[in-house]
């Protein structure tokens, strides 16, 4: 397993952005599938975006065109760009790593607090 730290959610405005980071603490990033989900109080993770170990990605139709997920592996991060963000985003976010594997469980974050309001 590796350690994930996230940072960089806070209180922005309808229409603003942010950028959240995630960083490996311990181990490599580079062979792990990597995610954002998010979760609002009294509901379920809902997988946001994720990230293949070859840099493909896909998104939840809901942030389609808005959000953007990157990985630098030489740094061991991901990055979730979110542009455009609405009151419906607000939801701890989290970052999750997964080799696809077995033999080794998937990592989650502490998670970071979006919110989005005026």
């Known amino acids: 397993q590796v350690q994930l730290v996230e940072s960089g959610g806070g209180l922005v405005q309808p229409g603003g952005s942010l950028s959240l980071s995630c960083v490996a603490a311990?181990?490599?990033?580079?062979?792990?599938?990597m995610s954002w989900y998010r979760q609002c109080p009294g509901k379920q993770r809902d997988l946001v975006a994720m990230i293949t170990s070859g840099g493909t990605a896909t998104y939840d139709d809901s942030v389609k065109g808005r959000f953007t997920i990157a990985r630098d592996n030489a740094k061991n991060t991901v990055r979730l760009q979110m542009n455009s963000l609405r009151p419906e985003d607000t939801a701890v976010y989290y970052c999750?790593?997964?080799?696809?594997?077995?033999?080794?469980?998937?990592?989650w974050g502490q998670g970071t607090q979006v919110t989005v309001s005026s």
């Open positions: 311990t181990g490599s990033l580079s062979l792990y599938q």
């Open positions: 999750h790593a997964d080799v696809l594997s077995p033999l080794f469980p998937p990592s």
